[in-house]
């Protein structure tokens, strides 16, 4: 009774829609063009800070730290030169001074946060006391002068490492900017100074740090979606003119893909929503899943049209539609929740916007499918389609399925005993699987960023910063010699942990003035016992230096004072385990009524939200689980149907599982996503098998076979096709510049190989052997011989009701 109603109110509505086609055309048009409109207004954000929500914590902290220090992600220019001399000869100087100079007048860099051999100061001790005076200005015209002032910097420790390579093969020009925001234009403002710097051989210029990544990664993810979308687009039309060779079967799937793709980033744009780094490839996504319903629809409209060529055009239509909507609507539903589930892991902002656009856009292809197909059908001929033949005979791509499902039915314990034997061997590559990021793995090895984050970290103590602010309750109580005694062993410590190259803060420099005061005596680099002779040392250095030569280590209350660990990696395993030594340290032997230490940096913010990434990657796939198996459990009226339907996708996401972990592939950032998005789509593959094994069941005649039989050709041809444009619009993404990308499409297009096999080849066999009840077997003849061929039915009852 409900399926007759049901039948009732989709014929009285694609009744409507067929009546009304122009209208419904044109309003389909004008909405995608509004929605296209709001485009040009998105905003790109490749910041590190994307990662993370405003209201975080350590974001929120970083921020106020910034504030007080005036920190921010720097960009950094490396001089690079291996010869006998390193960088300490006159020309070398001379480009060191140039730049400075340069970069000071580059919009957006603080020209007071600009840290070079060329603004930095030595202190050195003078009959009455204690001069200060830059390393070198103007720059030195010989030798003996350059190699006076690798003699200063030798006996400045605090320089060693940080701004001047311990070898002295390489020294660093380190530059606040004011707005990071602007990062892409200061990066090109930096490389294009580079490129007009004076050439000088054997040195090499490198522009790298954590802001130059920031910059470079805008330009570089614009690049890649201006090439790789149109390659998807032209890979998905042939993709579609193979399935149906057909001029409409062509063209109005696009109309629906462009119709979807400007439904998500037009909201998206709409909604003051930023442009992330893994939006990249939202688009290329979207077009391989915006025709998966007309795949469907198609099918069935031909296969019906040449079923019955004395039906009208519009009821080929209205037949069609009412025979599609539900099931597609249904399948739509599950891949929105895989999208959606993204959202509500409540994880890293690109992640959770990721989600909901693509929710959003898989939203308007279906309204579109519904809508928009039949409307536009109504204002041209039916035209059979020449890949779609009915009546016997099938093409090759109909016959590649036939084959693959007639042997998993003659031989289903073969099927199922492969299928446990590579759930085994999946299970053992899992518990291979490593969390790890790190931002520079954004990058080709053979960029320029690559090259020289690489070659910066090799000389220098390091790129990566981390951030320790210490805090004390009274005015001046950093003039404390027990609070810098206990920053002194604070940095100790920090040196000794993985990666970290070397610490910086006001400690450094009060042991130089103190030694300074002390005719330069080695064994005087000490913290001074009296309270108020560090206070005099800061006093004396205010009467020849600047006093704001500290707002980087020290506040004007001199109670906060920030200390600066440079690593030499960004990768999480590595960071994780210092962070985590830290805070244990800082706990046990540093804090204490008086006196607290927090972590603050780049590499603290990114290392909590890098730890979210199992967290958000296992909540978002339970939720998909969950929602999904719910949802068919729903459409199937059944708790073990729609268990069933979930084979594609425990099939497809455990392999893929296993081949990050016998791969070494890491789940970060991008590949993370993968599981809730192929849970999204690979069920969908499970709901039209099991729904249509269930029609055959219920209602086909003949054997178990040969019921069985009249699967493959057309929903397993559908889903073939189903299959080639999603997993040929992921796969695209392999050719993707962008590393992440490219895992994040190598293995959803393995997982959607491995649901397409699943549902063709394992659900089939799972049927034959244990003939659930749930399918709905009706009384069976007496079954043939289980060797018997087995010929494709393709009469007017294979078309199909429930893809």
């Given at each position: ?324 909507w539900k099931p597609l609507t249904n399948t739509i539903l599950t891949t929105v929740v895989g999208f959606i589930s993204l959202y509500l892991s409540g994880g890293m902002p690109p992640m ?452």
């Amino acid at each position: 009774m409900s399926k007759t109603i049901d039948s009732d109110r989709a014929r009285k509505f694609f009744g409507w829609v067929t009546d009304h086609p122009k209208a419904l055309v044109v309003a389909g048009v004008l909405l995608m063009l509004s929605a296209a409109a709001f485009i040009p207004g998105l905003t790109k954000d490749t910041s590190s800070d994307s990662f993370i929500a405003k209201d975080n914590p350590a974001r929120v902290y970083r921020d106020q730290v910034k504030k007080v220090f005036g920190l921010s992600d720097p960009f950094v220019i490396a001089i690079i030169n291996h010869g006998p001399t390193g960088v300490f000869n006159p020309e070398t100087l001379r480009l060191v001074q140039w730049l400075t100079d340069q970069v000071k007048k580059i919009p957006n860099v603080d020209p007071d946060g600009v840290v070079s051999l060329a603004t930095e100061s030595n202190i050195v001790g003078t009959d009455d006391g204690m001069q200060v005076h830059k390393f070198f200005d103007p720059p030195p015209a010989t030798q003996a002068q350059a190699n006076a002032i690798r003699a200063a910097i030798a006996d400045f420790p605090l320089y060693q490492g940080s701004l001047v390579a311990r070898d002295s093969t390489a020294t660093l020009i380190v530059t606040e900017i004011l707005d990071e925001i602007k990062s892409e234009t200061t990066y090109n403002a930096f490389m294009a100074l580079v490129k007009e710097a004076p050439q000088i051989p054997g040195v090499e210029l490198h522009v790298a740090g954590e802001g130059a990544i920031s910059g470079y990664l805008y330009n570089y993810i614009d690049r890649d979606a201006t090439r790789l979308n149109p390659i998807v687009a032209i890979v998905i039309t042939l993709v579609l003119f193979i399935a149906f060779r057909t001029v409409w079967g062509t063209l109005l799937p696009n109309v629906v893909v462009l119709a979807t793709v400007a439904a998500a980033f037009g909201t998206m744009a709409a909604g003051g929503i930023s442009f992330y780094v893994i939006t990249n490839g939202l688009a290329s996504i979207l077009i391989g899943m915006a025709v998966a319903e007309p795949i469907h629809i198609f099918t069935h409209y031909y296969e019906i049209g040449r079923a019955h060529p004395d039906l009208s055009h519009r009821d080929i239509i209205v037949r069609t539609m009412i025979e599609t909507w539900k099931p597609l609507t249904n399948t739509i539903l599950t891949t929105v929740v895989g999208f959606i589930s993204l959202y509500l892991s409540g994880g890293m902002p690109p992640m959770q916007y990721f989600g909901l656009f693509a929710a959003i856009g898989v939203t308007a292809a279906w309204l579109y499918g519904m809508m928009f197909i039949p409307a536009a059908l109504m204002l041209v001929k039916f035209k059979p389609s020449p890949a779609i033949r009915g009546g016997n005979t099938t093409d090759r791509y109909g016959r590649a399925v036939v084959a693959l499902g007639n042997f998993s039915i003659r031989r289903p314990r073969l099927i199922l005993t492969v299928t446990f034997m590579i759930i085994i061997i999946s299970g053992m590559g899992a518990s291979r699987l490593i969390i790890d990021e790190a931002m520079i793995k954004n990058f080709q090895q053979d960029e320029p960023i690559y090259h020289a984050d690489k070659a910066i970290n090799q000389v220098m103590d390091g790129t990566n910063y981390l951030d320790i602010v210490v805090e004390t309750q009274t005015h001046e109580g950093l003039f404390n010699p027990d609070y810098l005694r206990r920053m002194d062993a604070l940095q100790r410590f920090v040196e000794t942990l993985p990666g970290v190259g070397g610490t910086t803060s006001v400690v450094d420099y009060i042991k130089q003035m103190h030694r300074s005061i002390n005719e330069n005596r080695k064994d005087a680099y000490s913290i001074p016992d009296n309270r108020d002779l560090v206070a005099q040392l800061f006093l004396l250095y205010s009467a020849s230096g600047d006093p704001t030569d500290f707002e980087e280590e020290i506040d004007y209350d001199y109670r906060r004072a920030n200390i600066r660990a440079s690593i030499n990696t960004s990768y999480y395993t590595n960071n994780r385990i210092v962070i985590e030594k830290l805070d244990q340290y800082l706990a046990e032997h540093f804090n204490t009524n008086e006196i607290t230490a927090h972590l603050s940096g780049r590499v603290n913010v990114n290392h909590h939200w890098l730890k979210t990434i199992a967290t958000t990657h296992f909540v978002s796939e339970g939720i998909a689980l969950v929602i999904s198996w719910l949802m068919a459990a729903w459409l199937l009226r059944s708790f073990s149907a729609g268990l069933f339907t979930l084979v594609p996708v425990f099939a497809s996401v455990l392999l893929v599982y296993g081949v990050m972990g016998f791969g070494g592939i890491w789940l970060a950032v991008g590949t993370s996503m993968f599981a809730a998005i192929a849970t999204g789509l690979a069920i969908d593959f499970g709901v039209h098998t099991t729904q249509r094994i269930r029609e055959l069941m219920q209602s086909g005649t003949g054997t178990f076979e040969e019921r069985m039989a009249q699967l493959f050709p057309s929903t397993g041809r559908a889903l073939f096709f189903n299959f080639a444009a999603m997993g040929l619009g992921f796969g695209t993404l392999m050719t993707s510049v962008v590393p992440p990308l490219v895992s994040f499409g190598g293995l959803v297009t393995v997982a959607m190989t491995v649901s397409f096999l699943a549902s063709i080849m394992v659900m089939p066999a799972m049927a034959k052997l244990f003939r659930p009840r749930f399918l709905g077997f009706a009384p069976l003849p007496e079954e043939v011989a289980q060797d018997k061929p087995l010929e494709p039915a393709y009469s007017v009852s294979t078309v199909e009701k429930g893809r």
